[in-house]
DNA sequence: AGACTGACGCGCC
DNA sequence: AGGCGCGCCAGTC
C-alpha cells in the first residue's frame, strides 16, 4: 500500500495488530488498546475500527469490551465466544474485569 | 463550515 | 454499584 493518505489506514493496521496479540481467555478494554498504540484518548476510535473489523480480516474483536466489561451491542454471539474461552460473566451481564483483564497493570 | 454521531472513559453523585 | 454529564475525535450529513 504505497499511499495511504488517511490516519486511519494507519489506525486500522496498528489496532488489528493489537487486537490479534489479546491471549485467549483476556479482555482488554477499547481504551487499553488506544493506550497500547499511543493514542490514549482515542478509544472510540477503536470501537469504530472494531465494529468494521469482520472487513479487515479474521481477528479476535470478541475479547475487546468496554471499561466496565459490557459486551458490545449487537454482537450476540461475544459472550458466547468468551464464555466458551473460560472468560466468567457476572450478574448484571458485564465481565469480570478484575479477574480477566488483558492488562492489569 | 457547523452540528450530530458513536462497539469509549472518567469523575461525580 | 449504577446512572449522568462532559470530553475526545474521525466520519457523515
Not at 479482555?27 to 478509544?43: D, F, H, K, M, T
Not at 473489523?53 to 450476540?76: K, M, Q, S, W
Not at 448484571?92 to 497493570?105: A, H, P, R, S
Request: charged content about 25%; hydrophobic content about 40%; glycine content about 10%.
Amino acid at each position: 500500500m504505497a499511499g495511504e493518505t488517511r490516519l486511519t489506514d494507519r489506525l486500522i493496521y496498528e489496532i488489528l495488530s493489537v487486537v490479534g496479540e489479546i491471549p485467549e481467555g483476556r479482555v482488554p478494554s477499547y481504551g487499553q488498546i488506544a493506550a497500547l498504540i499511543g493514542r490514549a484518548r482515542n478509544a472510540r476510535l477503536v470501537g469504530r475500527v472494531l465494529s468494521r473489523a469482520e472487513l479487515y480480516g479474521d481477528y479476535p474483536c470478541h475479547r475487546v469490551v468496554n471499561h466496565a466489561g459490557r459486551t458490545a451491542p449487537g454482537f450476540i454471539e461475544q459472550r458466547m465466544l468468551l464464555e466458551k474461552e473460560g472468560v466468567a460473566f457476572r450478574e448484571n451481564g458485564c465481565v469480570d474485569m478484575k479477574q480477566f483483564q488483558w492488562i492489569t497493570d
